[in-house]
């Protein structure tokens, strides 16, 4: 059974910095992208970053890009997320998401989702 654990989440203030994780069992990690998604209060969830499986390729949402790093552990199946020079608007909750036909693209639909961590960036 899929299982992903987000952690890492908190409260900081503009231009800080913070690193999420999402620890994942219960399938073959290594062979899974990860993507990172959140929400913010009232709105849609939308796509952050992504991973791939196989050659690790990166993506990024035009909003975080050249702030948020993404990078995966496979041998502790643990996908990071840092996060510098944060923002007010990138108070959201954070989570972590696979599937068997995720590819960093296409529907969310059949994902497995993390129960997620809420940051918060207030002064």
């Known amino acids: 059974q899929v299982q992903l654990v987000e952690s890492g989440g908190g409260l900081v203030q503009p231009g800080g910095s913070l690193r999420l994780s999402c620890a994942a069992s219960g399938f073959t990690f290594e062979y899974y992208a990860i993507g990172w998604f959140r929400q913010a209060p009232g709105k849609e969830r939308e796509g952050v970053s992504c991973?791939?499986?196989?050659?690790?390729?990166?993506y990024y949402a035009d909003s975080v890009k050249g702030r948020f790093t993404i990078s995966r552990d496979n041998a502790k199946n643990t996908v990071y997320l840092q996060m510098n020079s944060l923002k007010p608007e990138d108070t959201a909750v954070y989570y972590c998401?696979?599937?068997?036909?995720?590819?960093?693209?296409?529907?969310?639909?059949?994902?497995?989702w993390g129960q997620g961590t809420q940051v918060t960036v207030s002064s």
């Open positions: 991973i791939s499986s196989r050659d690790g390729s990166t």
């Open positions: 998401a696979t599937g068997d036909y995720y590819y960093c693209s296409g529907s969310t639909d059949d994902l497995s």
